[in-house]
């Protein structure tokens, strides 16, 4: 079946700009997990949501950062503001939901700002 | 933060040749996984070895745990110019969500 899709695959944005990424988890999927790769950080965790429960968002780096799933399936991350520093790719990952499920990852989106 | 530290952070091999990749990380776990990148875009899982298992096979893979150590290690056996990629250790963490923490990586280069 399908994978974890995203969109845009690119995005060049101005700072100060606000972008939203969207995430295209696997139908079925109850978890779906944002994560960020940058040069300086690597792989970071930023989010998670699990079903209708609260998302755990202890992984956003600042309150620029956002997202919303809309009925349990599609999600977008938006970045408010957004800075230099925030150039990164940003990776959506999907699972059952289960603890040791693996997480299936998406194309990520890769964000440049100017 | 980062929860593991991989070593080395590049590899470079001819092609047959054997490649193993470490990693260390800090806290328990439940799981530890490896992942493969591509040109830095989407992450492929490659294998999951619990808490409470010492080694793993798939294929040409082979996985080790030593939760004594808090170490892991990946074995790719005759590799090939396709396995060029870069490495990614990642673990699940007791009571902190289902979020994984990665480690650096390593970039593998394959010469054919």
């Known amino acids: 079946g399908a994978g974890v899709s995203q969109s845009p695959s690119n995005k060049v944005t101005e700072k100060g700009k606000d972008v939203e990424l969207r995430c295209d988890p696997i139908s079925g999927h109850t978890a779906l997990y944002w994560y960020r790769q940058s040069l300086g950080q690597g792989l970071e965790f930023l989010i998670y949501?699990?079903?209708?429960?609260?998302?755990?968002k202890s992984g956003l780096p600042s309150d620029r950062f956002s997202a919303e799933r809309t009925g349990g399936s599609v999600s977008t991350l938006t970045i408010q503001r957004t800075q230099q520093e925030d150039s990164a790719v940003y990776l959506c990952?999907?699972?059952?939901?289960?603890?040791?499920?693996?997480?299936?990852f998406g194309p990520g989106t890769r964000l440049t700002v100017l | 933060s980062q929860q593991g530290e991989e070593d080395p952070q590049a590899l470079s091999i001819q092609e047959g040749e054997n490649a193993t990749m470490n990693c260390s990380y800090k806290?328990?776990?439940?799981?530890l996984q490896w992942y493969r990148q591509n040109s830095g875009r989407g992450l492929v899982h490659l294998i999951l070895i619990r808490s409470n298992e010492r080694e793993k096979h798939s294929g040409r893979l082979r996985v080790t745990l030593d939760t004594s150590k808090k170490s892991s290690s990946l074995l790719i056996t005759a590799s090939r110019a396709a396995d060029t990629a870069s490495y990614f250790c990642?673990?699940?963490?007791?009571?902190?969500?289902?979020?994984?923490?990665f480690g650096g990586g390593t970039r593998l280069m394959v010469k054919p």
């Open positions: 806290t328990s776990i439940n799981n």
């Open positions: 949501f699990q079903g209708n429960s609260a998302p755990d």
């Open positions: 990952a999907s699972s059952r939901g289960l603890e040791t499920d693996t997480q299936y």
């Open positions: 990642a673990t699940r963490t007791p009571n902190a969500g289902n979020m994984l923490t």
